[in-house]
């Protein structure tokens, strides 16, 4: 087992460092000659994408976190309006779908059985269906009438980490395509961006180098009974995954909520050194992530900051800050929480427990 780690402790740390491999892999898998995305075999035209006025993410657990981003993505550069749904629950609100709604199922294994119910729900109602999974010949894979390959490899450790951020990559390049095709981006654009997207993979490696001050931070906050994540846009999709990685490897409780948000009734619970881990990496809004911080500082939170190099300004409020690269704000989320991972990593290694193999849970979950 441990020559399969690659000489890490863990695979979930082995894991965490393959991402920008996964990353590359999953966008070169898709990019043709002339260096653009090709998606010629999911058949999703202009003159299809004409048709389609609404579009569905249906997913559980981390590959639903994915699809928080997704559905930002697609809204911003393609302009169709999204809806992000969790499986389990989606079959039994009788969505509303016909021949026009595309219906995307994320699944890293391809067998979680609340996503495949909601499969072959949507196909039953007439939705055009595409799946992005990991798992070559998965049932979500045969079942769904085009598919996505991410190109993460096998992820064995039980916290998904290299899934969710090659399935925001997928999710990314569709934005894209769609964007290209519906003519909301012209071909400068859809370039540039999709250079932007090329690039994030050397953004992580910069901040898996960072991993020492992680752990010490980690050393900081291990103790907390709970704790909470918080973020504006892009950021706050990226804060529900950070701490869905804490609670379920590291056993603290913690939340995460839109910055703004937080004044209407949580941050009561805020006392004093409660963990408040406050990411700050869209530019547009980083003035008003400021001021929330200086919130729950106020009333005594230790705040943890992730922002973009240059952002010094942070240093002011927050107690500890983990710095990006400069990076769009399309792209920081998904360069921000490798930080995030590592952090509910090191808490769970702090602590002693079976990082790997979380109590109470499986990798594939194939019971409703
Ligand atoms: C389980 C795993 C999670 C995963 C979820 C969905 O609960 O523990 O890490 O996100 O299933 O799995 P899937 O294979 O459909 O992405």
């Known amino acids: 087992e441990s020559a399969t780690k690659g000489g890490y402790p863990h695979f979930m740390l082995k894991e965490i460092h393959e991402q920008p491999k996964g990353i590359q892999e999953t966008i070169l898998r898709r990019l ?5 995305v090709r998606f010629d075999d999911i058949r999703l035209s202009k003159e299809d994408l004409a048709e389609i006025d609404k579009i569905y993410i249906v997913a559980c657990g981390t590959a639903y976190h994915a699809g928080l981003v997704g559905k930002k993505a697609i809204e911003k550069m393609a302009r169709i309006k999204v809806d992000v749904e969790i499986a389990s629950e989606f079959r ?3 969505p509303f779908i016909d021949s026009k709604t595309l219906v995307i199922i994320v699944s890293q294994s391809g067998e979680t059985l609340d996503t495949l119910a909601a499969l072959r729900e949507a196909k039953r109602k007439g939705a055009r269906t595409l799946a992005i999974t990991n798992v070559m010949g998965s049932s979500i894979a045969r079942e769904a009438e085009h598919v996505i390959y991410t190109w993460a490899g096998p992820e064995i450790a039980v916290a998904s980490t290299k899934a969710y ?6 999710l990314f390049m569709l934005a894209l395509d769609m964007g290209y095709k519906r003519g909301v981006l012209d071909l400068a654009a859809y370039r540039e961006i999709l250079e932007k997207l090329k690039g994030i993979p050397e953004k992580i490696k910069a901040v898996l180098k960072n991993d020492l001050q992680v752990q010490k931070i ?3 906050i291990k103790d907390a009974a709970h704790g909470f994540y918080i973020g504006r846009g892009m950021d706050y999709s990226i804060a529900v995954e950070g701490s869905l990685k ?4 590291s056993y603290v409780h913690t939340e995460a909520f839109p910055s703004g948000e937080l004044k209407h009734g949580t941050i009561a619970l805020i006392e004093d050194g409660t963990p408040v881990i406050a990411l700050a990496t869209q ?3 980083f ?4 001021s929330n911080m200086k919130e729950v500082k106020a009333r005594g939170a230790y705040v943890i900051g992730v922002t973009l190099e240059g952002n010094e300004l942070i240093e002011e409020v927050a107690d500890d800050v983990l710095y990006i690269p400069k990076v769009d704000d399309m792209f920081a989320g998904l360069v921000g929480v490798v930080y995030l991972q590592l952090l509910a990593y090191h808490v769970s290694v702090m602590k002693g427990l079976d990082v790997d193999k979380p109590r109470n849970l499986a990798k594939s979950v194939t019971v409703e």
Do not use: F, H
Not at 165 to 170: E, N
């Open 92 to 94: 039994y609100d009788n």
């Open 165 to 170: 951020t090659t399935q925001i990559a997928c």
């Open 218 to 220: 980690a050393g900081k």
């Open 32 to 36: 043709d000659a002339d260096g653009l």
């Open 283 to 285: 530019q547009s809004l």
């Open 246 to 249: 804490m609670k379920e490897i």
């Open 287 to 290: 003035e008003k992530s400021i």
